[in-house]
T-cell receptor, first 118, second 114 residues
Framework: EAQVTQNPRYLITVTGKKLTVTCSQN?????MSWYRQDPGLGLRQIYY???????DKGDVPEGYKVSRKEKRNFPLILESPSPNQTSLYFC?????????????????FGAGSRLTVL | AQKITQTQPGMFVQEKEAVTLDCTYD???????LFWYKQPSSGEMIFLIY??????QNATEGRYSLNFQKARKSANLVISASQLGDSAMYFC???????????FGPGTRLSVLP
């Protein structure tokens, strides 16, 4: 089954304790990205990656790191989590919509990871 | 910077009726993509429909259609013949010229009444 798998699904941690949220896709997609969802704000893009070793900042990258050493994996790293990073996090991978020239990446999302930082 | 506005925090529609969810966008890009995603109460995000900025025809996918008015910078989602299972949060989103940078709106919660 084609899917994006995130772990952990739920995590409660304390301020300053480094954590990693893993993301893996089995669709051979080149594009992957991370989002956080907060009430009233929709989803905001944290980081994205167009391919192995190619990453770039989204709109809210502060406090986060990512790496793309393999095509299928795109972990999100919180080096020193703070309470304002309490949120629902989504990983997504993307493939071109029908016509490869359209430039559109249609996103397949993981199930989400709910993170609470105390 | 790109921006998506969804002015309807919540909407109600009677089962079997059609409903329009509003979305306006702002961008300086000449080429961009517009999307709608559905988020049921279970939390997953589901792709519904895509419209390219150069597409002259409105996109349709089954009961979903996207009413694209480029001059007005609007990309409204029309759901025909609403079903109870359509009750969910709906997000309008856009991508940049390269399909890499995504911006989402705050969402509209649709409730379908029996």
């Amino acid at each position: 089954e084609a899917q994006v798998t995130q772990n952990p699904r739920y995590l409660i941690t304390v301020t300053g304790k480094k954590l990693t949220v893993t993301c893996s896709q089995n669709m051979n997609h080149e594009y992957m990205s991370w989002y956080r969802q907060d009430p009233g704000l929709g989803l905001r893009q944290i980081y994205y990656s167009m391919n192995v070793e190619v990453t770039d900042k989204g709109d809210v990258p502060e406090g986060y790191k990512v790496s793309r050493k393999e095509k299928r994996n795109f972990p999100l790293i919180l080096e020193s989590p703070s309470p304002n990073q309490t949120s629902l996090y989504f990983c997504a991978s993307g493939n071109r919509f029908r016509d490869i020239s359209s430039g559109a990446n249609v996103l397949t999302f993981g199930a989400g990871s709910r993170l609470t930082v105390l | 910077a790109q921006k998506i506005t969804q002015t309807q925090p919540g909407m109600f529609v009677q089962e079997k009726e059609a409903v329009t969810l509003d979305c306006t966008y702002d961008t300086s890009d000449q080429s961009y993509g517009l999307f709608w995603y559905k988020q049921p109460s279970s939390g997953e995000m589901i792709f519904l429909i895509y419209q390219g900025s150069y597409d002259e025809q409105n996109a349709t996918e089954g009961r979903y259609s996207l009413n694209f008015q480029k001059a007005r910078k609007s990309a409204n989602l029309v759901i025909s013949a609403s079903q109870l299972g359509d009750s969910a949060m709906y997000f309008c989103a856009m991508s940049d010229n390269y399909g890499q940078n995504f911006v989402f709106g705050p969402g509209t919660r649709l409730s379908v009444l029996p």
